[in-house]
């Protein structure tokens, strides 16, 4: 018998799932955790990437820890997680805190206090910061901020989010104590044991506030609420709005009631306080209705108690122990052995999961090549991204003796246990810290440091010490500090002869032989790392940067360390590693050899070891991951940082080339983030019912429970079948064939459908120039060339892989500049002219010409896209449930490439999880391919694209190059502007005309210059077709000026904002489009002037703040947006609606615009409550469907309230009029008693409405008519703090002021505001997309490699205000409101003209800037001016500042010459 006989094994796992236990016996091993929950209808947990990199899928596992005798609960990924790997776990899911009528806390705050748009990341982040609170009931602010660090959200800007979490800050503090047990129970701590006054439990108690006076008047709630706490509403009602008279609007303290104690809810019988009011903000206005609807909602909140939390399963504990009744037919945790069901198609084909070490050896003496699992974010991305098998794995975080911590006095050092998890690795850390004081565990520290931005914390909870060791990546974050610790890796194995185990030690420096190789063989596990302690003399430092700080894989990491005689300062050990810079972590000797016996602190010292550094750190030009020049640069830049640390840390006085200040500069690396907050400040509503309340989004309980529906989670119809993309590999190429023999012959495959399997038409767009599948060519790398349709997903994904494709090579053309100096462009092109500018420019005092460049951006909805289109069973009809902005044109391409009517395709959108206009146009095409399966089969057939697929096939921002000449006289004044822009369109038109209208007709911004010349043109590349995006091609065409201005403002030598000032329209003044500015609606300059006295106090701050540091450096920016309202297509600019009363008294209401988060169906029912003076709650809204919304137009442009508000409007006001005798006769009788005498009456209780837009259309060979409706108007002040030596920054401030008009919903408007703001800022700073020069892929897929700004990356302090008092008389627009979902995107952009100014600040230090800036240089004689391009990441920005680090890191162009970069902006 071998050694490992299944007849030791168990082969089902055992788990309790939201309370029940599951056995599941011979579990699927390829089946992830998440899959799982899925299939059996758990659908809240959502797969947004299948990588870990977005935090959507984020349930709780509890498990009980034999080692630490406790119960444990971890935030996971369950897409990552293997299903065998929850075997005596206790999984929780969102579905299994609450319902939308009786919601947890966590849910039940995230929802009302606007946490939730498009709600589909809203499940991860609940379950993140449940975990958190069953963790610490307790936590700080901080520990809220930071347990998000794993979730991503592309909607709400994470402000609502955070505000939402840290009204359970501080429980302690404010409504007692709670300890955790052993067990996992909850004990709340009696008053009597706690040494203060905790109030009565409600946030804001009157017995924690400070006294003041102040009268009060009612306002009703803001939310309906139901469940524990329903009572409060009487609390609530009596929050008020303080009249003008009672207070000074600047005064921070909070309201009370006469008397000055509480009766703790026992006078109204409530669990409410008596005295619910709650502070207002810092510096807001008394009369601010924002902060008063928050503490409105507040005010009704269940109380948090955690020890009514379901308790952890009493059987897992004896279950883990192993002292289960067996006797009573209790189960036993038992050592697993698993056989893959279908060997032949599994990524896995056996799987052990041992419980002891002696095991484990036992199955590796078996099987040496197995591949060890443990958290599986390795391998579960390899399996998703690479379609690695792996045929043995074996499961080792159960098997304690990997998990242990061993303190060896002996030798000085701490053995910690490979299989333990890196966030328990980072607990341990600060423990051993606090035991042995800071200066004996400086290797502790380092590694800490690193932890804290290693991924997130559903990684580091289940990823372990080796998994991120034995990997070996060259950019490991924990493997640089090892190796200059000098740590030994313990590696163990099985001894068949002596029937015993073997360990031995291997140095770190002689661990890693080659890129992903280590000197482990075969049978071999380890068994624990040995970390040294450090001696006196010594000081140890850790760094790392990557394009975002926060859970992102790093550029360059490193492990620095040095020890010196005390006496003497000579160094008698160095010990420099770094990650990034080679196939492996390395130790660049030949720099620890130039600092050796030199005196730590002298400048000869530095200059030697960045002179060495430099030498033998340098890259090629070419290396794989790109970037050589950035990364050079960042290893000095980080020995500068470390000689700075050390000299501090061993009382040296250290001196260098680089000024006095380091010091201090450098402690600043060491302080923490600034938590973040916020202000959100708008006027109350006095004259509507309903319109224009702060009323929470309509779906958002059921977005915090996961009882929100999207397309991917409807239930599969009996027989239904999955669709997977063949997608092609070259960037352009004629298919000589399609070869799908292999693939139809795999079990489960039905059909592989081709161009030829198109019945209908097989082209499509508005141009018509779009194949739905390529016939003979393909334009782009991941264009789909083949559909597999299989009874499996996997099965038919396993399908595409073999499916053969023949090509025939073409030429092919990726970016913009080359495309646009190649002429290689569509045939249309887009101009405005205005004046002469040729004789503008000859009269101008200054004439600059340049260029502006602005890349692409990917849309990162949270839910991919997606459709399921299911056979009526009749004829040619097909429901189709698509994720689209744009059903109508989903139903005519799915009815033209099948060959039928369009009256028999109905398209159904219940929600979308994000669209952002990436699911305007793109989307029909994945609606069509599911429909083509669909009509084949005469089955349902889904289709949901994997996250890279998405990326690669949907289209992203338009990347728009810009040339430009510009005349200004000497006082400021623009004169003449000729422009030349060109967007990258890709490969055919999708919507790129109408982007590069917006972008042309946006390139003046808010400016005013007489003599224009402004022309367009698209040009053809071979990528995907781009398309809509948030803002659509406004920003790029505001981009396009504003980073002229700066660099006119370089040349003239004048403050930027300024230059901006000098040049801003006013009232009246008439755009290049001759459209003129109404003096009643143009509120920028008024804006302007409300935030200019806090530009001008920051910047003496920022200046003086500038003056005294070298390498910090802060910047500023004040920018005003203007951005038009109407669609360019006259034709779209209407809107429709179908609105039922029912004899119940309910309506019903259908329109044309789709929900994707942003609040569209909420202002609808807002509009028809208001209307037909109801209250909000008889109204609902199912779904957007074509047969009941017809003929509709997109939901975009900013006009979607705009258009369909005005159709449902229309429709209530008919049934208002039809029910006005009705309640006339009856005027106190229920409107559901009004609503059945009317049908008895034979009254029509159903209307439709329809609006079109008045004054409409714009002739662009003409130039004239109206092509905008109006414009929706902001400003943003944006502060940053910029680290010269790196590229990294933080957003200290920004503040907002927003003209919106009259608001539909201003809580929902200032969300719309906050997430627009986070996108742009994205799009600005950290979204980078490359491609590969040679082969035309797309580098940065999915969230490993594309980042998206994190819950971390928001501004520090972010307000925002809605302009109040404007007139909006002139509005013609639904009860005077604005779009709002486009236009603040744009000022997102205010991060990058800060980082600007940054920037400028720092190359006042650059070598010869002294010379270029001399007092008697003017506009003529002043250099070069700065040039940046978005988006500004961390190696633009840390290139840009030109120092003399900078200098040394820079390649001869002589080196780079015919050669292509590794990656490419396209």
């Known amino acids: 018998m071998t050694t490992t006989d299944s007849t030791s094994f168990g082969t089902s796992i055992l788990f309790f799932l939201n309370g029940e236990k599951v056995v599941i016996e011979s579990p699927d091993l390829d089946l992830t955790l998440l899959q799982y929950l899925r299939n059996t209808g758990l659908t809240g947990t959502k797969l947004g990437c299948g990588e870990g990199g977005c935090g959507a899928c984020t349930v709780m596992v509890s498990r009980y820890d034999v080692e630490q005798g406790k119960v444990t609960h971890a935030s996971v990924n369950a897409c990552l997680a293997p299903l065998y790997t929850v075997d005596g776990k206790h999984v929780m899911t969102v579905e299994g805190l609450g319902t939308s009528a009786n919601p947890h806390p966590v849910q039940e705050r995230i929802a009302l206090l606007h946490g939730s748009q498009c ?29 998000f660090d794993g979730n991503l959200c592309r909607c709400t800007g994470y402000r609502p989010i955070l505000d939402a979490a840290k009204t359970f800050a501080d429980q302690a503090w404010k409504r007692g104590a709670a300890v955790v047990n052993s067990d996992g129970s909850v004990k709340a701590v009696s008053k009597s044991e706690q040494e203060q006054e905790k109030g009565c439990g409600i946030d804001g108690c009157c017995r924690l506030q400070k006294p003041k006076e102040t009268t009060f008047a009612v306002h009703e709630p803001t939310a309906p609420f139901k469940g524990e706490g329903e009572e409060a509403a009487a609390a609530a009602l009596a929050l008020a709005t303080p009249s003008p008279s009672a207070s000074s609007p600047s005064s921070s303290s909070p309201p009370r009631s006469a008397s000055a104690s509480c009766c703790g809810g026992k006078a109204s019988g409530t669990a409410a306080c008596c005295k619910a009011e709650a502070a207002a903000p810092e510096d807001a206005a008394a009369e601010n209705q924002a902060e008063i609807d928050k503490q409105l909602v507040i005010a009704k909140f269940k109380r948090y108690d955690p020890t009514q939390e379901l308790i952890f399963p009493p059987f897992l504990i004896r279950y883990a122990k192993g002292t289960t009744a067996q006797t009573e037919g209790e189960a036993q945790m038992r050592p697993l052995k698993i056989v893959a069901k279908e060997p032949a198609t599994s990524w896995c084909q056996r799987f052990y999961r041992p419980l002891t070490l002696t095991g484990l050896l036992a199955v590796l003496e078996e099987h040496p090549d197995a591949k060890l699992v443990a958290g599986n974010s390795e391998v579960g ?62 290797n502790f520290a380092a590694l800490r440091e690193n932890l804290r931005y290693f991924a997130g914390n559903q990684i580091r909870n289940v990823a372990t010490i080796a998994g991120n060791v034995v990997t070996a990546s060259p950019i490991s974050d924990l493997n640089p500090v090892f ?18 185990k073997a360990t031995r030690e291997v140095r770190m420096s002689e661990f890693f032989l080659g890129y992903r190789r280590t000197a482990m063989r075969r049978g071999e596990a380890m068994l624990a790392i040995r970390v040294p302690l450090n001696a006196a003399g010594e000081c140890v430092r850790a760094f790392k940067q990557a394009k975002r700080k926060d859970d992102d894989i790093a550029i360059v990491t490193c492990g620095l360390r040095v020890r010196i005689n005390s006496a003497t300062r000579a160094v008698e050990e160095a010990a420099f590693a770094f990650g990034g810079m080679a196939p492996t972590t390395v130790l660049a000797t030949r720099t620890a050899q130039s600092v050796g016996g030199r005196a730590w602190g002298d400048a000869p010292t530095l200059d030697a070891m960045l002179a060495a550094c430099q030498d033998e750190m340098r890259l090629d030009y070419a290396v794989p991951g790109g970037m050589a020049e950035y990364r050079t640069a960042l290893t000095t830049s980080f020995l500068l940082k470390f000689w700075v640390a050390a000299c501090a840390a061993l009382g040296v006085s250290g001196s260098s080339s680089f000024g006095g200040t380091l010091a201090a500069e450098m402690a600043a690396d060491d302080a923490p983030r600034e938590v973040s907050k916020g202000a959100q400040e708008y006027a109350p509503v006095g004259d509507r019912a309903v319109v224009g309340k702060g009323v929470a989004h309509l779906s958002a309980l059921k977005q915090t429970t996961g009882e929100a529906r999207y397309v991917d989670d409807m239930p599969p119809l009996q027989g239904e079948l999955h669709m997977a993309l063949v997608l092609s590999e070259r960037a352009h190429a004629r298919v000589v064939g399609i070869d799908a023999a292999e693939a139809l012959q795999r079990a489960g495959v039905r059909r592989v459908l081709t161009a030829r399997d198109v019945p209908g038409e097989n082209v499509w767009n508005v141009f018509r120039d779009e194949e739905i599948l390529p016939t003979d060519e393909v334009h782009y790398v991941g264009q789909p060339l083949a559909l597999v349709v299989a009874d499996s997903l996997k099965a038919a994904q396993d399908a595409t892989r073999a499916v053969r494709v023949e090509y025939a090579e073409l030429p092919a053309v990726l970016g913009v500049r080359e495309a646009a100096r190649a002429g290689a462009w569509f045939a249309e092109e887009r101009r405005l002219q205005n004046g002469d500018v040729d004789a503008a420019l000859a009269a101008a005092d200054v004439v600059l010409a340049g260029e502006s ?28 449930f698509a994720s689209t902005q744009n059903p109508t044109e989903a139903q005519m391409v799915c009815a033209e490439a099948l060959g039928v009517a369009a009256s028999r395709i109905v398209c159904h959108v219940k929600r979308m999880g994000g669209g952002f206009g990436g699911k305007e146009s793109r989307s029909a095409l994945v609606a069509a391919f599911a429909a083509l399966g669909a009509h084949h089969t005469r089955r349902s057939v889904r289709l949901v694209l994997e996250r890279a697929e998405d990326m690669q096939t949907s289209g992203q921002r338009h990347p728009f190059f810009g040339e430009w000449r510009v005349g200004v006289m000497r006082d400021g004044r623009l004169r003449a502007l000729r422009a030349r822009i060109f967007s990258n369109g890709g490969f055919s038109h999708d919507l790129s005309v109408g982007v590069l209208e917006r972008a042309v007709s946006h390139i003046d911004n808010c400016y005013r210059i007489p003599h224009t010349d402004i022309v367009g043109r698209i040009c053809r590349t071979n990528t995907q077709s781009n398309t809509a995006f948030r803002s659509f091609g406004g920003c790029q065409g505001m981009f396009m000026l504003e980073s002229m201005l700066c660099e006119v403002a370089d040349r003239l030598r004048m403050p930027v904002e300024r230059l901006r000032e000098i040049n801003m329209y006013r009232a009246g003044d008439v755009t290049p489009f001759m459209q003129p500015l109404p003096p009643a609606d143009w509120n920028v300059p008024r804006m302007w002037q409300q935030l200019k006295p806090r530009f001008d106090a920051r910047r003496a701050e920022v200046d003086a703040f500038n003056a005294a540091s070298r390498f910090r450096k802060r910047g500023l920016a004040l920018l005003p947006t203007k951005f038009g309202i109407s669609f360019g297509a006259k034709h779209l600019n209407q809107g429709m609606a179908l609105v039922h009363v029912y004899m119940d008294g309910s309506v019903l209401v259908a329109h044309g615009g789709t929900e994707m988060g942003q609040g569209l169906h909420t202002k609808m029912a807002m509009v028809a409550a208001e209307t037909l003076q109801l209250p909000l709650e008889a109204v609902f809204i199912s779904e957007t469907a074509t047969n009941t919304a017809a003929n509709t137009s997109p939901t975009a442009a900013s006009a979607s309230s705009d258009l369909n508000g005005f159709a449902v409007h229309n429709a209530c006001r008919v049934l208002a009029d039809r029910l006005r005798p009705y309640r006339e006769r009856m005027p106190d009788a229920p409107f559901s008693r009004i609503a059945r005498t009317a049908y008895m009456d034979r009254c029509n209780l159903t209307a439709a409405g329809h609006y079109a837009t008045p004054d409409i259309g714009f002739n662009w060979q003409t130039q004239s008519g109206l092509l905008y409706f109006y414009f929706t108007q902001g400003v943003a002040l944006a502060e940053v703090e910029l680290d010269t030596l790196t590229g990294a920054h933080t957003t200290r401030h920004v503040d907002i002021v927003m003209d919106v008009g009259r608001s539909l919903n201003k809580a929902i408007d200032i969300g719309q505001i906050e997430g627009a703001f986070a996108q742009g800022q994205g799009w600005a700073t950290t979204e980078e997309f490359l491609y590969s020069p040679a082969s035309g892929r797309l580098l940065t897929q999915g969230p490993g490699n594309y980042k998206i700004p994190s819950a971390m990356d928001i501004p520090r302090d972010f307000r925002v205000s809605l302009l109040e008092g404007a007139d909006t008389s002139t509005l013609k627009t639904i009860f005077s409101s604005k779009g709002i979902g486009e236009p603040p995107l744009f000022l997102g952009a205010s991060v990058f003209f800060a980082l600007r100014d940054a920037v400028l600040a720092a190359r006042k230090h650059a070598p010869g800037a002294g010379a270029r800036a001399g007092a008697g240089a003017g506009a003529d004689e002043a250099g070069p001016p700065l040039h940046l391009e978005i988006p500004a990441t961390p190696e633009v920005l840390r290139m840009a500042c030109e120092d003399e680090l900078v200098a040394m890191a820079r390649i001869p162009s002589e080196q780079k010459e015919g050669r292509l970069p590794f990656a490419l902006r396209i």
């Not at 690479?386 to 304690?400: A, H, L, M, R």
């Not at 849309?859 to 459709?867: D, K, R, T, V």
């Open 119 to 147: 709600g589909f990341c809203t499940p991860g982040f609940v379950m993140s910061l449940y975990t958190l609170l069953r963790n610490n009931p307790n936590p700080t602010e901080r520990e809220i901020e930071e347990c």
């Open 381 to 442: 991305v390899e399996i998703k991204l690479k379609c690695s098998k792996f045929e043995t794995q074996v499961y080792v975080s159960d098997i304690p003796e990997l998990q242990r911590i061993t303190e060896h006095a002996d030798s000085d050092s701490v053995s910690f246990g490979a299989n333990m998890t890196l966030a328990r690795f980072e607990h341990e850390l600060e423990r051993l810290i606090a035991k042995h004081g800071a200066q004996r565990t400086q």
């Open 483 to 500: 190796l200059a610790a000098d740590a030994r890796v313990v590696l163990v194995s099985s001894s068949s002869a002596a029937a015993e």
């Open 853 to 880: 460049y602005c890349g692409p951006q990917e849309h990162f909805y949270l839910e991919p896209m997606g459709a399921v289109a299911v056979p009526r069973g009749e004829g040619d009809e097909l429901d189709v």
